[in-house]
């Protein structure tokens, strides 16, 4: 009976994946455009299939990071025209101005999922201030750390070894204590 339920939870497992790849068969193309209208930056993502346009396909849209993608606002549904039109906030930092910008499709149940890059310098440039660079501070090391951090770890190590070494004293007292006594038995 085992042997069945297994053979059927297999059989119902290939059914299902077959079915999910069918419902996802069709494959799209995102092209990205970027436009700078006014003050507002705008970034237009054109979704086709056979190279027809697909309307009503949810976009996102995100900036590449060091550890993971930002997402920029929701997901956008393309419209009749097949584009799903983004504005693109002003205050994401970057260290040369230029962002990597990505558009997916996820979870379509039409179509595979998709994603597209494309390199923008929209982005915040960021100016490091390192005119403090001598000064104490908690993230510095050796030298440079505050007054307070070395004397407080010298006390603990201190402390520490003062510890043992009492600890160390006390074992060789103890053994002359013991020969004292067995001296005092034998006289």
């Given amino acids: ?41 705008v970034c237009k993502a054109l979704v086709t299939s056979e190279g027809i346009p697909v309307s009503e396909v949810p976009v996102n849209l995100s900036v590449k990071r060091l550890f993971g993608n930002l997402p920029i606002g929701d997901a956008v549904a393309t419209d009749s025209t097949g584009v799903a039109t983004f504005e693109f906030p002003q205050d994401i930092p970057s260290k040369n101005g230029k962002l990597t910008l990505l558009a997916t ?67 060789f007292k103890i053994k002359r204590l013991g020969k004292v006594d067995k001296i005092e038995e034998l006289a």
Avoid: H
Avoid at 4 to 32: G, H, P, R, V
Avoid at 151 to 156: A, E, P
């Fill in 105 to 171: 499709i996820v979870d379509d149940e039409n179509y595979m999922n998709t994603e597209t890059s494309g390199i923008v310098n929209w982005g915040m440039i960021v100016v490091s201030d390192n005119s403090n660079i001598q000064d104490r501070s908690i993230s510095a090391g050796r030298d440079k750390a505050p007054i307070y951090f070395i004397t407080v770890s010298l006390l603990i190590i201190f402390l520490i070894w003062g510890t043992l070494i009492y600890a160390v004293l006390q074992v």
């Fill in 1 to 41: 009976m085992k042997k069945y339920n297994y053979f059927l939870a297999t059989c119902f497992m290939i059914l299902f994946s077959i079915t999910n790849s069918i419902a996802q068969d069709k494959e799209a193309k995102i092209t990205l455009t970027f436009d700078k209208a006014d003050s507002l930056y």
